[in-house]
């Protein structure tokens, strides 16, 4: 699992416009199913958990959505579908308007989603199945991957002319390490700022220990939070106080509080004072340029969504298929929002979704959200031996949520991958056999 969420964060980053990455990753996926069936059940020395009921019924919706998509119906009935009026008039021309269409306006496109989403359920459910020890690892995992994430990024803005940028198209001038887009990569970088802490968190250490370990801890987190300050992505800025707050709520318990307190006091000092120095000293491009990011007043996205709101009316309430917004968005699209960039997102992963999924997107959402919750509550009061990783999983889960507001994390593989392991991280574990000897052995 580790070895296919090392090739999912690093080949997942390029969405749909890098299908050569994307299928790296499908690979990568199929050939740790292959391993999962061949050595997980049969040679690992903890019995595997079950998967709960919530997460299959999870999984299970979010792939039947696309499913459904993709049957064939009879002309009589796809024609009747609202918004097929330019479709019934293309394929006239060809004499194809009486053949067997699926309710997708693009068929290739829905099953490319599928397969993309495939993955991502697959790794919800096989996290669910690990013991405790081996989220650990996930964990950690996921914090070396968004540092060396950040090294990169470094690299890229250091060498000034696009070297080291893993995608051709992709947000130049800006740290976007692994991914193609700078959104995606600050959601990274501040997932794996709660995984740091999170592993750090998951043994208990006397203060003397943790007075050593802290360099390390509060190092790791200062070169996570400059990097998503320099992705130039505004809500990710403005995500990094709540994620400071979390990262504060998994090492409470397992930390002093007098030094908690400095480093909380310290990384928000920090950050205020980044944000400051572009007012202060304008002299420095850099941070000036990510300041100047907060004027909203050219942002096209109010336009671009009153745009999708009209597409949503003329395919409720059966949607246009999964993965369809760029053919179902343009003729709806208004003057106004035309440029010379090509639009192939909302910019608001729910609009999106209810656009391409119609009525079934808000059931699949709120269902969701109601399944989540309740194995989360559920976890927390039977596994509180877990506690560091389940907070680092809800807020893993709150900064996608939050962030698909203004943009659409979920449309990249890495990004659907890190919420499926959060997902299943929020699943109760049994408390594992060396936690115990660790403990006794620190007493």
């Known amino acids: ?45 903890e019995a595997l958990l079950p998967v709960p009921r919530e997460l299959l019924w999870i999984g299970g919706l979010l792939v039947l959505v696309p499913l459904l998509q993709l049957i064939p119906l009879p002309p ?8 097929r009026e330019l479709e019934i008039a293309s394929l006239s021309l060809v004499d194809g308007a009486g053949t067997w269409q699926p309710i997708s306006v693009s068929p290739s496109r829905t099953l490319a989603g ?33 540092l060396a994430g950040a090294v990169l990024g470094a690299l890229q ?63 790791g987190q200062a070169v996570l939070l400059l990097a998503a300050i320099l992705t130039g992505s505004r809500m990710g800025v403005l995500l990094i106080l709540p994620v400071l707050a979390l990262n504060a709520m998994i090492l409470r318990p397992f930390a002093d509080g007098r030094l908690l307190k400095i480093a909380g ?19 420095n491009p850099r941070l000036a340029a990510v300041a100047s990011r907060f004027d ?33 968005f343009a003729p709806h699209q208004s003057f106004e929002s035309l440029s010379e960039a090509f639009i192939n ?38 596994a509180p031996w877990d506690r560091a990783p389940q907070i680092f999983a809800c807020g893993t889960l709150g900064v996608i949520a939050l962030h698909s507001l203004v943009d659409y994390p979920l449309r990249n593989m890495a990004i659907a991958c890190l919420a499926g392991v959060a997902a299943g991280m ?9 936690d115990k000897r660790e403990a006794d052995g620190d007493r």
């Open 114 to 146: 599928l397969l993309a989403l495939v993955p991502a359920v697959a790794i919800m459910w096989a996290t669910a199945k690990l013991p405790s020890r081996d989220r650990r690892l996930l964990v950690l995992a996921i914090a070396g991957l968004a």
């Open 296 to 328: 909203a007043s050219g942002d096209a996205r109010l336009t671009l969504w009153r745009d999708t709101l009209g597409a949503i009316e003329a395919f409720f309430p059966f949607g246009s298929g999964i993965g369809s917004f760029p053919v179902a």
């Open 1 to 45: 699992m580790a070895g296919f969420l090392a090739v999912a964060m690093i080949f997942g980053g390029g969405g749909s416009p890098s299908p050569k990455a994307e299928i790296i990753v499908q690979l990568g996926f199929v050939a740790a199913l292959i391993g999962w069936v061949w050595w997980a059940d049969a040679e690992h020395d």
């Open 426 to 434: 929020l699943t109760a574990t049994r408390p594992a056999r060396e």
């Open 265 to 283: 006091r310290a990384a928000s000092f920090g950050v205020i004072l980044l944000l400051a120095l572009p007012l202060i000293l304008a002299g």
């Open 76 to 83: 009589g009935l796809w024609q009747a579908l609202p918004g």
């Open 157 to 219: 803005l250091a060498s000034g002319n696009g070297a080291f940028q893993l995608y051709e198209l992709s947000h130049r001038g800006w740290l976007t390490g692994f991914h193609a887009n700078r959104n995606a990569a600050v959601d990274v970088l501040l997932i794996g700022s709660l995984a740091l802490s999170a592993y750090f968190a998951t043994k208990a250490m006397p203060p003397a220990i943790l007075r050593r370990r802290m360099p390390v801890l509060v190092a």
């Open 345 to 382: 997102r909302a910019h608001n992963d729910y609009l999106e979704f209810f656009l391409e999924a119609g009525l079934l997107a808000p059931i699949v959402l709120l269902a969701g959200a109601y399944l989540l919750i309740r194995t989360a509550i559920a976890a927390w009061a039977h």
